[in-house]
């Protein structure tokens, strides 16, 4: 018995209903599977890729700290004048008001090395604050911010007050050594001078 032609339709749109769904479950879904898995690993290995590069950003900065350490900042005097000229440059160049900068002079640490601390207060724009922080963080100096306190002196936010205190390092001068003793050996004392004998000694 043949199939009406409303019969073939359905047949035909159910076929069609059928190879779809196939196809789906077979083809398109294990290809979207696999494409969602590529942009998974393809996120994964940017954030990876971006993570090292700040690791390798902060141990250029380490470097370029270390460097600064052993290569200058020998004296108070010297670390109280370039961090003092460093903060003002860089005030000036983020447009920030620097209202006061207090050196105050700690006790050392370990391995020769001491610390000033700076109290620093200023004001301004929240971008002058924020790239005058900027540049205080990414200075070779061998410095840090141990404390930071933002305020704002209008309603708009659009003055805004800081006070930083900084720690800065520097190596302690050496200790002059004692001078080498002119007689003898290092180490060696003079021997006491024996007295002479007499006549009447050397006789007997």
């Keep these: 018995m043949g199939l009406s032609q409303r019969e073939r339709i359905i047949v035909l749109v159910t076929l069609l209903a059928v190879g779809a769904l196939v196809a789906d479950r077979l083809v398109l879904a294990p290809i979207t599977n696999g494409l969602g898995e590529l942009k ?9 890729v971006a993570k090292a590069k700040n ?19 020998r ?11 460093a ?14 900068v207090k050196p105050d002079r700690m006790a050392g640490g370990d391995k020769g090395l001491k610390e000033i601390l700076f109290v620093v207060a200023g004001k301004g724009s929240l971008d002058a604050v924020a790239w005058f922080l900027y540049q205080v963080e990414t200075s070779d100096l061998p410095i840090k911010v141990k404390h930071l306190q933002l305020g704002s002196t209008s309603e708009a936010g659009d003055n805004m007050s800081l006070e930083l205190r ?19 050996a290092a180490g060696k004392q003079p021997q006491p001078k024996q007295p002479e004998k007499t006549n009447e000694e050397q006789l007997l």
């Design 75 to 85: 004296s108070d005097a010297e670390a109280e004048s370039r961090v003092a000229k």
């Design 55 to 73: 690791l390798l950003q902060e141990k250029q900065q380490i470097e370029k700290k270390k460097a600064a350490l052993s290569e200058g900042l």
């Design 166 to 184: 900084i720690s800065a390092l520097y190596l302690a001068a050496d200790e002059k050594s004692s001078p080498p003793t002119r007689s003898g």
């Design 40 to 48: 998974a690993e393809r996120q994964k290995s940017l954030s990876q």
């Design 87 to 100: 903060l003002d440059t860089w005030a000036e160049d983020a447009r920030l008001t620097l209202t006061s």
